[in-house]
């Protein structure tokens, strides 16, 4: 049961490039979110799956673009990657069962941008 | 606006001690609180959660107490270990309409000195 996991772990891009960040989960969770953190701040939700077959953006949307793939796979594009997207990004999967509302996170992606 | 907010950036304590990490929120739609854990190079990791309908919750050496009037949380680790140096995020979700989103506070970064 290997959870949340996220390829790659790190990545350098040039302005103008395009990249797609992968995530897959195991446990067969409904909900998928993709986050962005930057220094010193808290997590900021670019989108997110409420279930196979949905998408809906979040805080910082633009600039990105996603896919839930299937049950188990979210995958996030930057098609034309800026500075201002150099940051570490997290997947994070929920079930949606009654009372279990934590989220579970991948191991991140550590991105720049130059 | 932020609606979640961490205002102490850093949190000094000695082993053995209590740490207590403080967390406010602004929207009143909130009615669920989520503390998660996070070391470097790692995703966050769930450590405790409490419903808006109680004021208590505790999980072996963490308690988080809720105060709705103050629209107010806090974590207390008691006694504090080594271990527990990591940063601290505090989360909020309104479930009944927002897909199991959270929003996440800025983190509390607590180092335990041995």
């Known amino acids: 049961n290997a959870g949340v996991t996220q390829t790659p772990k790190f990545q350098v891009l040039k302005t103008g490039q395009s990249m797609t960040l992968q995530c897959a989960q195991d446990m067969n969770h409904n909900s998928m979110y993709w986050y962005r953190q930057d220094p010193g701040m808290g997590l900021r939700l670019i989108y997110y799956s409420a279930s196979e077959g949905t998408t809906d953006k979040g805080e910082v949307p633009n600039g990105y673009n996603v896919s839930r793939l299937n049950k188990r796979e979210f995958s996030l594009r930057l098609e034309s990657a800026a500075p201002s997207q150099t940051s570490v990004y997290f997947c994070?999967?929920?079930?949606?069962?009654?009372?279990?509302?934590?989220?579970?996170f991948g191991p991140g992606t550590r991105l720049t941008v130059t | 606006d932020q609606q979640v907010k961490q205002n102490s950036p850093s949190l000094s304590v000695q082993e053995g001690r209590i740490s207590i990490l403080n967390c406010d929120y602004t929207n009143s739609m909130f009615d669920y609180f989520l503390w998660y854990k996070k070391y470097p190079a790692e995703g966050p990791t769930f450590l405790i959660s409490?419903?808006?309908?109680?004021d208590k919750n505790e999980d072996g050496r963490f308690t988080v107490f809720l105060n709705k009037s103050a629209k107010h949380l806090s974590l207390h680790i008691v006694p504090s270990q080594p271990g527990d140096s990591a940063v601290y995020f505090c989360?909020?979700?309104?479930?009944?309409?927002?897909?199991?989103?959270?929003?996440f506070g800025d983190g509390t970064t607590l180092t335990v000195k041995p």
């Open positions: 989360a909020a979700s309104d479930y009944n309409t927002n897909a199991g989103k959270s929003t």
């Open positions: 994070a999967s929920r079930t949606s069962g009654p009372g279990s509302y934590e989220q579970y």
């Open positions: 409490i419903s808006s309908i109680k």
